[in-house]
Every structure is written in C-alpha cells, then in structure tokens.
C-alpha cells in the first residue's frame, strides 16, 4: 500500500524582437531585484513576449528569520494558480499566489513533511499537483514523486526513489491524462510516460547527458527537455529526439506556447553576468528575444494565447 500524505485543504545576442502584441506572458524566476540578491532570494514575474509589462507575482518568501529561494514555478490559465517550490529542507510544503500576484499561501502538510520540493507541476485544471522532492529515509539524497489532491488534501507517492534512483521533473500533460518524467540511475537519464493513475509506464528515451525539464506540446505529441544543456524535442510516442538549440552558452526551461507553434527558454547573454528569455518557432529557427535580465533566470510557463 502507497503511503499516504494529508494536506490541508485549500485552495545580448542578434535576434529580432517580438512586435507588441497581446500574445501571452511568460512566468518566469529571477533574482536580479536588489533586494531579492540582498536576501539570497528571488522572484515570480511574468513579462510580455514584447519584453514590456514585467511585474512581479510574488517576491523574497520569508520563512522564519530568513527568505527562501524558489527552484520552480508551474501555472495554468483555467484555475489562474502559480505552484512555487524551494529545494529548502527547512519548509514544509509549498506555495501559491494567484497569477495577478495576490493571495500567497503556504500550503503545509499534515503528517509527514514535503521538504526539498526540487520541481512541480500542476494539472491542467489547477486541481491537483505532482512535486518532485527529497526521500529522508534514503542513504544519500534523492528525490522522487508524490501527487496530490488539493481539493481534498491527499497526497500518495506516484514514484518513489531507489538507494541509487532519482525521480525529477515532472511534467503533467495539457489533457491531463499523463505525467512524463526523468529517472536518473548510475549516470543515466531516462524520460518516462505514465498514466496520471500511476500505471502504464513506458520508457521513451535514455542518454549518458543530463535531461531536466520537460514540457508537453499542447497536442501531447512531442516533450520539450533540456538535454546535456540545449533544448531538444522527443516525440512521445517514439522518443524520436531533434535538437533544436546549439548555444555557446546552454539553453534550460523549455516551454511550449498555448498553440504549439513556438517554444520559449532561458539562455546566457553574450553580455557577462545577464540571462534572457527567447522564443524560437517549433522548428528551432526564427529566435527573437523577450528580455534580458542580471542574475540567475528560469522560465516556469507559457500563458494566454500562441
């Protein structure tokens, strides 16, 4: 029998930029706010794909004496949630903020703890939430799956670790139907597809390079992944693989528009010390950039329209 979590209940390079439009926002994570760097913390934006109407969703999380640092973001347009997770042993849950940057709470267990939430991701209808976070009772660290109601609270482990396995980013598909994700064992990285009920399993890809953040074509044919630091898509009913970055300085956070025509990420900036956001069409090519920010910067979601 699963074990089982109760929660409380709740609720600089050459590109072309984007022409203003109202084609969507991205969310994104970035600690280049003074007083986000003056913390060690950082913070939830969205920001125009024109690169205008950056404004901050939730900013410095304090906890206890002092503030924590978010290692992801996922939202969805039908419930208007963004879920917000800090790799942090000392926090017990995680929090939401609705999209317009309002009603932040912290969503605390009850029973066993869910510390050390690495990465997450919401369904599509905001009502239920898998999380990626550290096992206790293993010899060394390693994460694996657990899935929750938040209407009712529920938590049970979806996939747990091994004394040599990680389970991380998981990636809940736009019907809702399925959850892809990586399970890491003796340096290898393999991209899993299960049913959201935890059965039907199947292995769609392996590599020697590290694969992290994966995200769902909006049809539900292709998976977005970072992979050995550049932005690949696997098909998912093959694993077909096409490379889509090839970056001097990487490429991470992967994220497809509402209709599948582009894909946002993060990359380095030719200028030292800055990151961006860029999108580029589904096919690798036609790269414009949205901003270009000081500090660490990972991409969380693509909302509104393509």
């Known amino acids: 029998m699963p074990r089982l979590y109760l929660l409380m209940p709740l609720l600089l390079c050459a590109v072309m930029p984007l022409a203003h439009d109202d084609v969507g926002r ?3 994570v970035s600690d ?3 007083i986000d760097a003056g913390r060690a913390s ?3 934006y969205g920001i125009g794909l024109d690169g205008r ?3 901050r969703i939730a900013g410095s999380i304090k906890h206890g004496a002092d503030y924590l640092r978010i290692s992801d973001v996922d939202c969805q347009v039908p419930s208007g949630l963004v879920a917000i997770a800090t790799n942090d042993s000392a926090l017990n849950g995680f929090h939401l903020v609705d999209v317009a940057g309002t009603g932040l709470r912290q969503v605390t267990p009850v029973g066993e703890a869910l510390t050390a939430i690495r990465q997450l991701s919401l369904s599509p209808d905001g009502s239920r939430i898998v999380v990626s976070r550290a096992w206790d009772d293993k010899p060394a660290a390693r994460y694996g799956l657990l899935i929750g109601d938040l ?3 529920e938590f049970v482990e979806f996939v747990p670790p091994g004394d040599s396995r990680s389970i991380t980013a998981p990636a809940w598909s736009r019907d809702g139907q399925r959850i892809a994700y990586v399970v890491e064992e003796a340096g290898e990285f393999r991209v899993f597809i299960a049913a959201h009920t935890g059965d039907q399993e199947k292995q769609i890809h392996a590599a020697r390079s ?8 909006p049809d539900g ?3 977005a992944a970072e992979l050995g630091g550049q932005i690949v898509i696997l098909r998912a009913d093959s694993g077909e693989l ?3 970055s090839d970056r001097p300085g990487g490429a991470w956070s992967p994220q497809w528009s509402p209709d599948g025509e582009r894909i946002a990420f993060a990359s380095r900036s030719s200028f030292p010390g800055y990151a961006q956001l860029l999108t580029m069409s589904a096919a690798g090519d036609d790269l414009r950039r949205v901003t270009a920010l000081r500090g660490d910067l990972a991409l969380g979601c693509w909302l509104g329209q393509g």
Not at 210 to 217: E, G, T, Y
């Open 53 to 55: 109407g950056q404004k």
């Open 151 to 153: 209407r009712t609270g």
């Open 26 to 28: 991205l969310i994104f």
């Open 42 to 44: 950082n913070s939830v």
């Open 32 to 34: 280049s706010d003074s």
């Open 221 to 223: 044919s292709w998976l």
């Open 210 to 217: 590290v694969i992290d953040k994966l995200a769902w074509s």
């Open 242 to 244: 096409i490379r889509l």
